[in-house]
Structures are given as C-alpha cells and as structure tokens.
T-cell receptor, first 111, second 111 residues
C-alpha cells in the first residue's frame, strides 16, 4: 500500500523555468491538498481539491496552478519559478474526519 | 493572532521524563483536532486524534479544553526516538476540508 506518492523528490530550477509536481494516492480518498513548508512558517496550504472535478485556492496560491486529473492524481504546476518558491512541497489526501496522509515531499530549489 | 499557536521549543528533556505541549486555537467553532509528528526532513505523520473526552495511546495522552481553546499532548517515559517536531492541527469547522497547522514544537530527548 503506497499511500501518497510524490515525484520528483528533489528538483533544482532556474528562475523562470516551469515544472509540474506530481501526486497520486491509492487510498480512494476524495480530498487532496498541496502544502509548502518553510522554516518558521509551518505548513501553508497552496491549493486543495475537495473532490474530483473541484479545486480551490488556499492560503498562498499565487504563482501556482493545479489540476485534479482524476480521483487519484492531483498535480501542482509552477509556470514561472521564482526564488521565493524555494521550499519543501507536500501533497496530502484525506477522507472524512480522519486527518491527512502526506507524501514524502519534494525539495525544490529555484536559483 | 495566529489561528493555531504552539511554543516552538526546543524542549530538551532526559530519557524517562514526562513532557507536555500545549497548542491554542483561535476559532471557537473548530471541530477536529490532531497531533502530528514530523521527523527532520520527513513528512508529517498522524500521531493521534484528540477527542473531547481526552484519549490515550500508550505513552501519549491528548486532551482538549474547549472553554480555553487549547489542546495538549503529554508524553510519559520519553524515549530517544520521541525526538521530533510535534504539530498541532485543527480543522476549522465541519463545512471545510482545510486543516490549519501550527508551526510545531520541537522535542529533544537526551540520553
């Protein structure tokens, strides 16, 4: 049982480059999320998808787009990366009131 | 005021000690509460949910005080392996899929 799988685990981008972070879950959860974690800031919600076919902005959506491709997959796209987007990105899924299951994270550096 | 606040620590305790963390939340309508554990450079993992009547899981006890709007985590007989950051997580209301994370309390258990 893989849970939540994120790819890639590490990435270095140049300013202005684009990339997509992939996330897939095999727990049949309805809700999926993208967070970023920065030192001293805690986890901040970028976007979430309450169910297949819906997406909503979280606390820090600027500079990001998302796609809920199907029930399993929720991708995060950076169209034009900026150094301020250097962070650790976590995907998570949930069902009901059972809390989140997180992926192992993507460490992104923008130079 | 932050929606969820935690003392960042670090709490340095000897093996075998009992340690307690508190977490305050600002939204009195908050519905669900959790403690997560995050090891260095890893994803957060659910430690335990927090129920109104309080609940225990082995050496870990969680309490909820709705009147004062805080939750607590008590760890008895601390082990070296308990060293981690403990995140307080609050679900704002029953109508939201979003969970608010505290910035975490760092625990170091010393030999």
């Amino acid at each position: 049982n893989a849970g939540v799988t994120q790819t890639p685990k590490f990435q270095v981008l140049k300013t202005g480059q684009s990339m997509t972070l992939q996330c897939a879950q095999d727990m049949n959860h309805n809700s999926m999320y993208w967070y970023r974690q920065d030192p001293g800031m805690g986890l901040r919600l970028i976007y979430y998808s309450a169910s297949e076919g819906t997406t909503d902005k979280g606390e820090v959506p600027n500079g990001y787009n998302v796609s809920r491709l199907n029930k399993r997959e929720f991708s995060l796209r950076l169209e034009s990366a900026a150094p301020s987007q250097t962070s650790v990105y976590f995907c998570a899924s949930s069902e009901g009131n059972l809390g989140y299951t997180f992926g192992s994270g993507t460490r992104l550096t923008v130079v | 005021r932050k929606e969820v606040e935690q003392d960042p620590g670090p709490f340095n305790v000897p093996e075998g000690a009992t340690v307690a963390f508190n977490c305050t939340y600002s939204n009195s309508a908050s519905q669900s509460f959790f403690w997560y554990r995050q090891d260095c450079r890893k994803e957060p993992k659910l430690l335990m949910s927090v129920y109104s009547s309080g609940n225990e899981d082995g050496r870990f006890t969680a309490q909820l005080n709705r009147a004062s709007q805080y939750i607590s985590l008590l760890i008895r007989d601390s082990k070296l392996s308990d060293s981690a950051t403990y995140l307080c997580v609050v679900r704002a209301s029953s109508g939201t899929y979003k969970y608010i994370f505290g910035t975490g309390t760092r625990l170091k258990v010393l030999a």
